[in-house]
């Protein structure tokens, strides 16, 4: 039963509203059930379901509130509620939301696009239910959507304004949270079959109670904990959101004015905050939320029903006004950046490949062994997944020391001829398909690890990992070009450019090699996995480019984000360095949210053959790993020769003429 309800007024409000639950679910997309997910809050939301409460309260105030609820006016509630959630793939899309109750929101996981398109589903859902119970159903809820639609319109274009009126902050909150809370009493009153007067009575009640709700809530976002909200506060000052005690409190105090601007710092909200405190414009504010309530008190004194019912529908709505009691959500720590787990390689693996390195050629002294990123992509798979078997995970390690090779060979700044550049990727390609006319160790130790690679794996899979192989060659080439050219990436071709060169295609063969499994494309090709791979790169590469900044100047790398910045802007390299930070920081917290999302798809995607722990286990790594690895690639962590990259280059370049002649 919701707060300050006497079921004793409202015996079958409870059940009512368990059926309203039983109505409202997941949007279904025909043919599609891995999409489901999309617009899938679980069985265990914490959602109050304040707008069917007053539908159904409504309907019960003209009625008889012994009797059950028709099954009209339960999915009248059902749509109402509907209308709404689909507006709130919007809001989290435009406010930058992270979590929607304590759970990662469908932007997060998903991405905008997707998240916008899921909300639309929605709330055509929403709009269907009500067309369907009555062309004046559907008609009111047509107004309402262009309504709210109106008042974020307003909110929008009045963004970082610090001369927003009063009467403008009105107009934008009646639209976008009085209006739905107007029609959910409307539409209950709608099927009581009363009067269209006393109709438009409870829709006004709804209307002001919708003011003074949303006042109250902007109120709670100066004043109020995260602890007590259950989600951000003081979240409206830095985007720009200025609410009635902001509005207030800047005319008569010109130092807030002067802070009321774009690009607020976290400081500088917290001190904004403290004014608009300071000025008693929140207690000023309260007492406009509060004399709506009394408006929508007032709307209800003449009605004709029982006056138990008036006064428990009356306190309801008082109740919810002040939000900071919410449900128990579940605590969980603070994301922490990726770590790895201590891990001893083991004995025998190490053994072998010392002994598959001298063997192959790949190092021809001992310390060469021991060179920092070797070691790191030897111990890598190690420090993420359980114990393989021991082939599978020579293999793997086989793998990282081999990409590990090919990106430095590229990286190497002492490679400086465009010509030779193009020579090492048609070496390296001639490799990958066998060429005979290619020699050395680098191919002498693909020519050993490709048979143990493709052991097991399907012939769509080798071709798939081959065609990758070349792609990213052909990446690598280019950024080599780029380097040797002093070419650099503008910010908008940043990411495409750096996840060409990223070699996460090959990451995932690795592991999915390691752990002796293939991801099924529909798992592989899922929204929302597509969004995670994206969410890794971004945090990645940032983290990297910050990290390395200093040698990436020296060396006249082309793909780093501060260099684009600064190259596109202008600005200091300062400037650019807080720029990344922020955006970085942005990122992690949605990267975090996104992998703690990871075990709920795997659970509702189908199809996955009782095989999705082994899934999560394969995307966990890959989440993790490159994170791990990125934070060490700049850290020198050994004094252990580095190799001859020209040696084990020369013996693969191709030029043109050796593939012309080959080709005759």
């Known amino acids: 039963m919701p707060r300050e309800i006497d079921s004793a007024v409202f015996p079958h409000l409870d059940a009512d509203l368990d059926r309203v639950r039983d109505v409202l679910g997941p949007v279904q997309f025909e043919g599609r059930p891995e999409l489901t997910a999309l617009t899938d809050e679980g ?20 009625t008889d509130p012994a009797v059950p609820a028709e099954d009209r006016v339960v999915r009248a509630a059902a749509a109402v509620e509907l209308v709404h959630l689909g507006s709130l793939y919007h809001d989290d899309v435009i406010d930058h939301a992270y979590q929607r109750r304590g759970r990662p929101s469908a932007n997060v996981v998903w991405g905008s696009h997707m998240a916008v398109l899921g909300g639309d589903s929605v709330t055509a859902s929403g709009g269907r239910m009500l067309i369907e119970l009555g062309q004046r159903e559907g008609l009111a809820g047509s107004i309402a959507s262009e309504q709210m639609c109106a008042g974020m319109v307003i909110e929008a274009a009045d963004l970082y304004m610090a001369s927003r009126s009063e009467q403008a902050y009105l107009d934008a909150i009646d639209g976008k949270t009085a209006v739905l809370l107007s029609l959910a009493c409307r539409v209950g009153a709608m099927q009581a079959g009363r009067s269209e007067d006393e109709e438009e009575v409870l829709a006004l009640f709804g209307r002001h109670f919708g003011l003074a709700y949303q006042l109250y809530d902007d109120i709670l976002d100066l004043t109020s904990t ?29 130092k807030l004015g002067r802070l009321l601007r774009s690009g607020m710092t976290g400081e500088q909200a917290a001190h904004a905050r403290a004014l608009v405190i300071a000025s008693g ?26 006056p138990r019912a008036r006064h428990a529908m009356t306190a309801y709505a ?53 060179y920092d990123r070797w070691t790191g992509a030897i111990q890598l798979p190690g420090q993420i997944l359980a114990p393989a078997d021991a082939a599978r995970e020579q293999t793997a390690v086989g793998l990282a020391v081999l990409s590990f090779m090919w990106d430095d060979l590229f990286d190497d700044p002492q490679l400086t001829d465009p010509e030779t550049v193009t020579a090492l990727r048609r070496g390296l390609v001639a490799m990958v398909r066998q060429d005979p006319q290619v020699h050395g160790a680098i191919p002498t130790a693909w020519a050993s690890l490709w048979p143990r690679l493709s052991e097991g794996r399907t012939t769509r899979w080798q071709e798939r990992f081959l065609d990758n192989l070349e792609e990213w060659f052909e990446a690598a080439e280019r950024e080599a070009h780029h380097r040797i050219t002093g070419y650099i990436t503008s910010t908008a071709d940043y990411l495409p450019l750096r996840k060409s060169t990223g070699g996460i295609e090959i990451a995932v063969a690795g592991v999915e090699v390691r752990q002796d499994r293939e991801l099924p494309s529909r798992l592989r090709n899922h929204p929302v996995i597509r969004r995670l791979e994206e969410l890794v790169f971004w945090v990645t590469f940032m983290e990297n480019d910050l990290l390395g900044l200093d040698q990436d100047e020296a060396d006249h790398i082309p793909y780093n984000l501060v260099r684009a910045v600064r190259h596109e802007t202008g600005c200091t390299r300062g400037e650019a360095i807080e720029q990344i930070q922020r955006q970085l920081a942005e990122h992690r917290a949605q990267l975090d949210e996104a992998i703690r999302y990871l075990p709920a798809l795997i659970r509702m995607i189908p199809g996955l053959s009782g095989q999705g722990k082994d899934y999560l286990s394969i995307y966990e790594m890959v989440s993790v790993a490159p994170r791990v690895h990125q934070s060490r ?12 990259l020209e040696r084990l280059r020369r013996e693969i370049y191709l030029p043109a003429d050796e593939v012309a002649s080959a080709a005759r």
């Open 633 to 644: 690639r700049y850290t020198q962590t050994s004094t252990s020769a580095a190799p001859d």
């Open 318 to 370: 008082k109740s919810i006004l002040d939000r900071r009691t919410p449900l128990p959500a579940v605590s969980r720590p603070a994301p922490q950046p990726p770590k790895a787990h201590s891990y001893v390689l083991p004995q025998e693996l190490t053994r072998w490949v010392r002994s598959w390195m001298v063997d192959t050629g790949l190092i021809v002294s001992p310390a060469e062994a021991d």
């Open 43 to 62: 069985p265990d939301t914490s959602r109050r379901l304040v707008r069917p409460t007053l539908t159904l309260l409504s309907y019960y105030l003209l």
């Open 281 to 306: 414009a929140v207690d000023e504010a309260q007492a406009v939320a509060d004399e709506f309530m009394d408006q929508a008190a007032g709307q209800l004194a003449d009605l004709p029903v029982d």
């Open 226 to 254: 995260a602890e007590e909200m259950g989600k951000p506060v003081n979240a409206d000052l830095p985007e720009g959101i200025y609410t009635l005690p902001v509005i207030r409190a800047a005319a008569r105090d010109q």
